[in-house]
Every structure is written in C-alpha cells, then in structure tokens.
C-alpha cells in the first residue's frame, strides 16, 4: 500500500470514531505522557507528516496503543476484527499531539 493511501486510511479511521470517543481518546494520551513528550511529538510530526509514525510503530507507538487500549479495547474499535489500534493510533496520536 501506497503511503498516501495509508494517510487516507488514517483520515477515515479517525472518522469513524465518533466526537467524545476522540475525546476521551486524545485526553487519556495526553494524561500519560508528559508535556515535553507531546512537544516532542508535534516537532516529528511537523518534520514529516505522512510517514512521521513508520520509526514509532514498534517502539513508543507500541507504548501508545496499549495506552489507548486501556480506555477502548481493539474489540469496541469500528470495523474489528478487520481493524485495530493499529489502524487508529496514528490519527489518534497526531490529535494528542495538536495536530489534528
């Protein structure tokens, strides 16, 4: 899949998450992770924001989707089983980040 295609994913799966889903979502990220953290993240972001989260996936971003997991489990995600959190942590993350 193209990355551009995947950027088009990430757009629809957080439009399939409904307004206080994304809420509670974002909020309960930015409650675990400091404020520099974030920081930190809008500058990756702001560096690259179609392909930012390819180095994160298997690092902080497994850290950030057992976060979310801990509010919405993958199960209560939309589209499951076909979709996950590794469809939707990316959106998810960029919106903590005040990016979205």
Not at 49 to 74: A, C, Q, Y
Request: no cysteine; aromatic share 12%; net charge negative.
């Amino acid at each position: 899949m193209e990355l551009a295609n995947l950027t088009e994913e990430h757009d629809q799966n957080w439009a399939e998450l409904d307004m206080k889903t994304r809420a509670i979502l974002v909020d309960h990220l930015r409650s675990q992770f400091s404020k520099s953290f974030w920081d930190d993240a809008a500058r990756v972001i702001d560096l690259d924001p179609t392909e930012w989260w390819i180095d994160f996936h298997f690092s902080v971003g497994m850290t950030l989707r057992n976060s979310l997991r801990k509010v919405l489990t993958d199960q209560q995600l939309p589209g499951y089983p076909q979709k996950h959190w590794d469809d939707y942590w990316v959106p998810v993350t960029e919106a903590a980040a005040g990016k979205r």
